[in-house]
Structures are given as structure tokens and as C-alpha cells.
Nanobody, 124 residues
Framework: QLRLVESGGGLVQPGGSLRLSCAISGATVAIGWFRQAPGKEREGLSC???????????KYANSVKGRFIISKDKVENTVYLQMTQLKPEDTADYYCVSLGLCGTYWDGGPFGTWGQGTHVAVSS
């Protein structure tokens, strides 16, 4: 059974960086990252094809394009989300999710297994 475990969240100052990890136990075609801030809708951030050796065409939301980079390590069975130039509005709970495809409309589902989330707080 697929299991996803996020880590790497924490408190960071505006302009700082964090790297989130999504440790994967089991098989998945692709992994997506979402976030949800209090009182706001869930927002899809990025996805990457995990199956195979290539990255495919990673997708990014406009809100994080140029600041966040998604990557994978097949040896460690982990997908990373490197976040830079963090802003207070990036404060949220961040989740990774198993996907059947990292395509154009990937953030509309369907979704597989979700991780438990990791909290990111951007504040001075």
C-alpha cells in the first residue's frame, strides 16, 4: 500500500528558503504538492512524474513559478519541493499526493494517497 510522508516544514523569515520532502513507500506514477492556508482553498503547486528516470514536464502554479523547484530522487524514493524567496503568503500546510498523471490539469484530480502534511510558516 502506498504511503507518503512529508517533512521539512518549519518557521522561516521572508526571503528565506526551505526544502520539503515527500518520502514514498510503494508505487506511484506521479507526485503533486498542494498547500492549504487557513480559510483558503487548497492550491495545487507543482507535480512531477516519478515513474521512470526522466522528470517528464514538471508543472508549476503561477504563484510559485520561478521560486519553487520540484525534483525527485529515485534512490531515496523521495520527491522534493525546494522553496525559495518565501513570502508570508506562502504560510500554509503543505501536502504531497499520489497522481496517475502529471498533466496540464493535474491539480483537478483524481488523487490517490495523501500525506499527513507539513506546516510552513513565513514570518519575521
Amino acid at each position: 500500500q502506498l504511503r507518503l510522508v512529508e517533512s521539512g516544514g518549519g518557521l522561516v523569515q521572508p526571503g528565506g528558503s526551505l526544502r520539503l520532502s515527500c518520502a514514498i513507500s510503494g508505487a506511484t506514477v506521479a507526485i503533486g504538492w498542494f498547500r492549504q492556508a487557513p480559510g483558503k482553498e487548497r492550491e495545487g503547486l507543482s507535480c512531477i512524474t516519478f515513474l521512470g528516470t526522466g522528470n517528464g514536464s514538471p508543472k508549476y502554479a503561477n504563484s510559485v513559478k520561478g521560486r519553487f523547484i520540484i525534483s525527485k530522487d529515485k534512490v531515496e524514493n523521495t520527491v522534493y519541493l525546494q522553496m525559495t524567496q518565501l513570502k508570508p503568503e506562502d504560510t500554509a500546510d503543505y501536502y504531497c499526493v499520489s497522481l496517475g498523471l502529471c498533466g496540464t490539469y493535474w491539480d483537478g484530480g483524481p488523487f490517490g494517497t495523501w500525506g499527513q502534511g507539513t506546516h510552513v510558516a513565513v514570518s519575521s
